[in-house]
């Protein structure tokens, strides 16, 4: 497994693109196709590969959502992206809110995230308690009906004493 550079996310060994923000992984073959492609643009007096230069896109709104995140931790994640790849605050923000006009209906988050999605999402059972816990209470939810939640989900997943982390038995 491995740890997706751009987000929390853990994909598979051989995956190529993050199955959460979308982002490529370079792969042993990359270097391989980029040099030939490079070897065979100097033959034939093309332009290079830019592919070194060129940083690959951030992530929008829809594929954080996508990835399991609440509305807002996607809305802070696509703008720290957008500002990492260049924009500026003002310009990240108008991004934002056309992406977040234009999500389809079936993207537009109707509660708090699940257990299992936050577990999905690369948290450890610890932190992923915690991060639903905090979802649920901004969701309207009192502290100890998140918590009480949240326990249920976690017993219908049978992940209670798991995590070598927990403190929560």
């Known amino acids: 497994m491995k740890q997706c550079k751009h987000c929390p996310v853990i994909n598979d060994p051989n995956a190529r693109q993050c199955r959460?923000?979308?982002s490529t992984f370079d792969t042993p073959d990359a270097d391989k196709t980029r040099v030939a492609a490079e070897q065979a643009a100097a033959e034939t007096n093309l332009p290079k590969s830019t592919e070194e230069e060129t940083p690959s896109a951030p992530p929008t709104l829809v594929t954080v959502l996508r990835a399991g995140y609440s509305l807002e931790a996607a809305k802070k994640i696509v703008v720290e992206e957008l500002i990492k790849a260049g924009q500026s605050e003002a310009d990240a923000q108008a991004s934002l809110e056309e992406q977040v006009n234009s999500l389809p209906a079936d993207?537009?988050?109707q509660g708090p995230p699940t257990l299992l999605i936050a577990l999905k999402s690369g948290f450890k059972l610890k932190q992923a308690?915690?991060?639903?816990?905090?979802?649920?209470v901004k969701a309207g939810f009192t502290e100890d009906d998140a918590k009480a939640a949240v326990?249920?989900?976690e017993k219908a997943l049978e992940l209670k004493g798991t995590d070598p982390d927990d403190d929560h038995k």
């Open 20 to 22: 959460g923000c979308g």
């Open 107 to 109: 993207l537009v988050p």
């Open 129 to 136: 308690r915690k991060f639903v816990v905090a979802e649920m």
């Open 151 to 153: 326990a249920e989900q």
